[in-house]
Structure formats: structure tokens, C-alpha cells
């Protein structure tokens, strides 16, 4: 009980943090905010609304810092993240349409690379030295290519040169989103190019991980107990070794979704697929500061979420970790 709430204060502290910076960053960006959107948008906005942007963005000159905090808090609280002034409607409707599709490509791709990568690590661990271990260097070169390099030669053979799949977009155009099998087809085909992207460019990291912990725990003494006492070989390998070895994955797994919506980002934008990540490149080149600001809020409480998960799932796994102490 006090390994978790030692975790819950310390995720409690840092979603804080994160929500000051958020407060910041407007106020800290080199000049002025709402003068710079003016003078990017002559002719559609008024000089004379500076001073209700200046409110909207909670800079009212009128007000304390510490006054500004406080409504900036009570409008997060109250769910309210502002307007954007790229789509001219508010940012929560924004990030509401934006976040099923990364959740749908990232968490896909990302569920698809670990399970795989973390069986086939599995196996080649467990029978090292033999013909699996030449999958390694392979799956370590596409690893160390670039999301966005990739991304482009993936366009450029399967779009371009074979016409398999489309080049961007996240589906046909021409159909209105429903819960049809027609649209959802149409979903799968254009976000398959990204996911394979995704799925390629980090499976290796995933099998390496594994396959050296398989190495490391098939030499523990309970092992070699378990295959003394006469187990059988998928017994020993999965409930003996794997288990113990896919700990160092758990949290792993979760570290990643940082640098996983990361890297979307860039592909997001080869592909032109409306995800958060390619609404949070929009709002910097537009300079609008409060899609900006939600963007950063719900990558930053994703990746929370996702590390607070593993540590829930790891405490469970490996009872030491919640060892008063």
C-alpha cells in the first residue's frame, strides 16, 4: 500500500509541474502572443480584439501572475481549455476529434510491436545461439532508421511506385465517419502504411530487450529447479523465465508511449494523418497558443497515465517492489 501511494504522490507532483509549465508557456515565448496572432492574421482579426484575446489567453494585464494561475486552474478544472483560433472552436472539441485516431494508430501499432517483438524475443532467448539469432541484426537496422526516412521510402514504394496504399490521409475522403464496416475498412487501409512504420521501426528494440533477459533469467538457480523437477519445456520457459524476464518490459512499455507520440508526430505529417500530433505541428506554425497548450497537456497526462499503469501492473508482477521500506 505505501509503494503505491509513494507513486500516486509522486505522479500527483509531477501533473502539477506540468500544468505550471503549460501556464507558462505563453508568457515566456519571445514577444507578444496576441500581437504576433494579429499581425499573422491582418484582415481577420481586429486590432481592436486585443484586449479580449489578451483575456481569453488568461494574459490580462489588469491581473496578478497569481491571479492568472488561479483562473487558469479554474478553468482546467472546469474543463475548459480555451479557444483555437485555427479552427475557431474550442481546443477540448479539437483534441476530442484528434485523440481517437492516435490512440486508435499509436496503441494499435504499439500493442502489435510489443507482442511481437517480446514472443519472438521470448523464443530466440530461450534457444540462443541457434539460426533466430540472425533476425537480431536485421530488425536492428530498420530500428536505427529514422520514423520520418522510413515513412518516406514507405510512401515511395508502396504509394508511389506499386499504388498499393494511400499516400496521406486517415480515410477516404469521400465517406462520411460512421460505424459502418465500410468506413472502418477505409480507416485500416489508410492508417496500415503509419502503423506499419510504427510497428517496424520499433520491434527490434522490443525483441533485443526480451531476448537478453531470457538470456540473463535462464541461468537462475529456479530455472534450473524447474527443468531438475522434470516441467515441462513451455512451463519452465513461460511461467519460470518469461515471467520474471518481461518485468524490465513492463516498464519500458510505458516510457515509450513518450517517445512513441514523439516520433507520430514527425510521421503524422509525412502522412498527413489528423492526430494529435498533427494538430500540435498546425498550432505551433499558426501560433495558436491555447491548441498548443492542450496538446502538450493531454501528451503530457497520456504518458502519466501509461507510466502510472506499468507501475501498477509491475507491483503486481514482482511483489518485492512493494516491500515496505
Given at each position: 500500500m505505501r509503494f503505491f501511494t509513494r507513486r500516486i504522490v509522486f505522479y500527483a507532483i509531477t501533473a502539477w509541474a506540468a500544468i505550471t509549465i503549460n501556464f507558462f508557456i505563453p508568457r515566456i515565448m519571445p514577444g507578444d502572443p496576441?500581437?504576433?496572432?494579429?499581425?499573422?492574421?491582418?484582415?481577420?482579426?481586429?486590432?481592436?480584439?486585443?484586449?479580449?484575446?489578451?483575456?481569453?489567453?488568461?494574459?490580462?494585464?489588469?491581473?496578478?501572475?497569481?491571479?492568472?494561475?488561479?483562473?487558469?486552474?479554474?478553468?482546467?478544472?472546469?474543463?475548459?481549455?480555451?479557444?483555437?483560433?485555427?479552427?475557431?472552436?474550442?481546443?477540448?472539441?479539437?483534441?476530442?476529434?484528434?485523440?481517437?485516431?492516435?490512440?486508435?494508430?499509436?496503441?494499435?501499432?504499439?500493442?502489435?510491436?510489443?507482442?511481437?517483438?517480446?514472443?519472438?524475443?521470448?523464443?530466440?532467448?530461450?534457444?540462443?545461439?541457434?539460426?533466430?539469432?540472425?533476425?537480431?541484426?536485421?530488425?536492428?537496422?530498420?530500428?536505427?532508421?529514422?520514423?520520418?526516412?522510413?515513412?518516406?521510402?514507405?510512401?515511395?514504394?508502396?504509394?508511389?511506385?506499386?499504388?498499393?496504399?494511400?499516400?496521406?490521409?486517415?480515410?477516404?475522403?469521400?465517406?462520411?465517419?460512421?460505424?459502418?464496416?465500410?468506413?472502418?475498412?477505409?480507416?485500416?487501409?489508410?492508417?496500415?502504411?503509419?502503423?506499419?512504420?510504427?510497428?517496424?521501426?520499433?520491434?527490434?528494440?522490443?525483441?533485443?530487450?526480451?531476448?537478453?533477459?531470457?538470456?540473463?533469467?535462464?541461468?537462475?538457480?529456479?530455472v534450473t529447479v524447474a527443468q531438475a523437477k522434470g516441467l515441462r519445456e513451455r512451463t519452465v520457459r513461460m511461467g519460470y523465465a518469461a515471467r520474471n524476464a518481461i518485468l524490465p518490459q513492463v516498464s519500458s512499455f510505458a516510457l515509450s508511449l513518450g517517445f512513441i507520440v514523439g516520433g507520430t508526430l514527425v510521421m503524422e505529417i509525412v502522412f498527413s494523418y489528423q492526430g494529435i500530433g498533427y494538430y500540435l505541428f498546425s498550432a505551433v506554425n499558426a501560433k495558436d497558443y491555447p491548441l498548443m497548450q492542450g496538446c502538450f497537456l493531454v501528451i503530457t497526462f497520456a504518458v502519466l497515465l501509461a507510466n502510472m499503469a506499468a507501475d501498477v501492473a509491475y507491483g503486481f508482477l514482482d511483489p518485492r517492489t512493494r516491500q515496505e521500506g
Open positions: 496576441v500581437s504576433a496572432l494579429i499581425a499573422k492574421n491582418q484582415g481577420r482579426i481586429s486590432p481592436d480584439a486585443a484586449e479580449a484575446l489578451r483575456a481569453l489567453f488568461g494574459l490580462d494585464e489588469n491581473m496578478s501572475l497569481w491571479d492568472q494561475y488561479v483562473a487558469y486552474w479554474q478553468l482546467l478544472l472546469h474543463g475548459d481549455l480555451g479557444i483555437s483560433f485555427t479552427y475557431m472552436a474550442p481546443v477540448a472539441d479539437v483534441i476530442r476529434q484528434a485523440l481517437p485516431w492516435t490512440i486508435g494508430l499509436v496503441g494499435v501499432a504499439t500493442v502489435i510491436s510489443f507482442t511481437i517483438g517480446t514472443l519472438v524475443g521470448t523464443g530466440i532467448g530461450w534457444r540462443r545461439g541457434t539460426w533466430m539469432d540472425g533476425l537480431l541484426p536485421l530488425s536492428t537496422f530498420f530500428s536505427a532508421v529514422p520514423y520520418f526516412w522510413l515513412a518516406l521510402i514507405a510512401i515511395s514504394l508502396f504509394s508511389v511506385t506499386l499504388g498499393w496504399f494511400p499516400a496521406s490521409g486517415s480515410y477516404d475522403r469521400s465517406m462520411v465517419p460512421n460505424l459502418s464496416w465500410e468506413f472502418i475498412g477505409s480507416v485500416i487501409y489508410y492508417g496500415f502504411l503509419p502503423a506499419m512504420t510504427i510497428v517496424i521501426s520499433s520491434i527490434a528494440g522490443w525483441m533485443l530487450g526480451m531476448r537478453n533477459m531470457m538470456v540473463t533469467v535462464s541461468s537462475e538457480d529456479y
